[in-house]
């Protein structure tokens, strides 16, 4: 990467943002008390003795900085990020000037989701690859929890000599999945053997993309309704594929490696054997973000409701797209975002992207009618709805969609291990009432024949799609 080139003007102007330091006004006040001292007196000894002084800060401002130092964030390109993987970064300062920096003092600020185990200076860039990008602040966003404090959040103190860049190169390990930032980075830069100091010079942050970890998970059942095209699931429709439905007179249009041969022997006349057409399903899985529970410890530790909705969602679009269906993604809630469906690898990515932008967002409206509509929810789809039944409003949505005649199955991310409360005297009875009404719920809905499953990874629905297949096979009751 090219940067901007130095100019190096023979007869330097000051340049703005360059501050002398209480040392430069310590050596200016000693050597002016020591002169006026020595004329006043009379007193040659006095003049010589300031002398030291006077030549020295003379000397050392003969040549003063003309450029601030710049200051960039360079993430490590390892590519994909996945959550428990390594992470690395470089934060650079550059010395466009024509005087060495003496000292430089770099500080940055990391996110609490990535783990700085490493960090430490390399010197291996040259001022040519200096990227224009020192900004004065603007502020960050700050993660609302974490694990603990990294190394990183500390100075670090190197010199940078003229026409040079020093990285400070930062590795660890990512936590949790997100768009985590690295930065914002600050440098304080000390020349003219500390006389003279610049302002900090603050460099943006830089997000780092952490998809979630794809749990493992497998459904091993056929789909309710396949009506696509082609695809992997059997459908009830007569057609070219690997199902028998059944054996059949001889008509036209049929291929003769159909015919059974045994069959029209016994008849004295052709049959040919059918077959049920494979086709590709559409899957709708839909993210309940209303409501939040538990408290996240990242890879390797506890899991909130999102935590679990998140790398459920990426399991589960993974193993449909990697069998030939189609994916679509819904978030109930008031932003209310959609994925359309789509199939293949691309698609894959584009779920983990749309994963990374999820946010928990309570709202006081019903958000039923804007996320749902004809054209959204196709009739023939598996309806895949991760919520963590903490709102009575998540469990009227899914009583209305099975109502409509949609193949639904609610996946349960409550954590199992949620703590009670135990901060007032009656927080412990009130936790044990508010699970007993939770199971009531959870009761009304199968009975209105809406399956509730924990998530458990994989085979986690196998029992219900078988459950939803056969009810696919009887008459519908509802609108389309």
């Known amino acids: 990467m090219v940067g901007p080139t130095v100019s190096r003007a023979t007869e330097p102007e000051p340049a703005a943002g360059w ?10 006040l000693l050597a002016g008390l020591l002169l006026v001292a020595g004329v006043l007196l009379g007193r040659v000894d006095l003049i ?119 990285d400070l190169e930062l590795a660890g390990r990512a936590l949790r999945w997100g768009r985590h930032p690295v930065g914002p980075a600050g440098a304080r830069v000390a020349t003219a053997g500390g006389l003279l100091v610049s302002r900090a010079v603050i460099s943006e942050p830089v997000r780092v993309r952490v998809y979630p970890r794809t749990e493992p998970f497998e459904a091993v059942e056929a789909m309710p309704r396949a009506a696509g095209l082609v695809g992997a699931h059997h459908s009830r429709r007569p057609g070219e594929g690997g199902e028998l439905a059944g054996v059949r007179i001889f008509g036209p249009g049929d291929r003769l490696r159909r015919i059974d041969w045994r069959v029209s022997l016994r008849a004295r006349q052709l049959h040919v054997a059918s077959t049920l057409s494979d086709r590709d399903a559409e899957v709708v899985v839909l993210l309940d973000v209303l409501a939040e529970a538990g408290r996240s410890g990242g ?65 006081s409206h019903e958000p039923y009618d804007q996320v749902f509509g004809p054209q959204l929810l196709s009739s023939d789809a598996l309806v895949v709805v991760l919520t963590p039944l903490l709102d009575e409003r998540s469990a009227q949505m899914l009583a209305r969609l099975t109502r409509a005649g949609r193949f639904v199955v609610a996946v349960d991310t409550l954590p199992t291990d949620l703590a009670s409360p135990k901060d007032q005297a009656w927080a412990e009875v009130a936790y044990r009432l ?39 096979t009887a008459p519908r009751v509802g609108g389309r």
């Not at 209480?22 to 200016?28: D, E, F, K, S």
């Not at 189609?326 to 698609?347: C, D, I, M, W």
């Open 48 to 166: 010589v003795l300031a002398a030291p002084f006077a030549l020295g800060t003379a000397y050392a401002l003969r040549r003063r900085p003309t450029a601030l130092p710049q200051v960039w964030i360079t993430p490590g390109d390892d590519g994909p990020l996945v959550e428990g993987g390594e992470v690395t970064a470089a934060v650079s300062v550059g010395n466009p000037d024509i005087v060495d920096y003496d000292l430089v003092v770099v500080r940055s600020r990391v996110s609490p989701w990535l783990r700085v185990d490493r960090a430490g200076f390399a010197q291996d860039q040259t001022a040519d690859d200096v990227p224009p990008t020192a900004t004065t602040p603007t502020g960050a966003d700050t993660p609302a929890s974490g694990t603990g404090r990294s190394i990183a959040d500390r100075p670090f103190v190197t010199s940078v000599p003229t026409g040079l860049a020093v």
């Open 299 to 363: 890879v390797g530790g506890a899991a909130s409701v999102l935590d679990t909705t998140v790398r459920a969602t990426a399991a589960i679009a993974e193993h449909y797209l990697h069998r030939g269906d189609r994916v679509s993604l819904l978030e109930y809630g008031p932003a209310a975002r959609r994925l359309r469906p789509a199939a293949g690898r691309r698609q894959y990515l584009t779920v983990l992207e749309w994963l990374l932008d999820i946010r928990v967002q309570s709202s």
């Open 434 to 472: 508010w699970r007993l009404d939770r199971e009531v719920m959870i009761g009304q809905l199968r009975e209105h024949g809406v399956p509730v499953v924990r998530w458990a990874g994989a085979g986690s629905l196998d029992q219900v799609l078988r459950d939803v297949a056969r009810l696919a």
């Open 19 to 28: 501050a002398p330091t209480r040392a430069l006004g310590r050596a200016v």
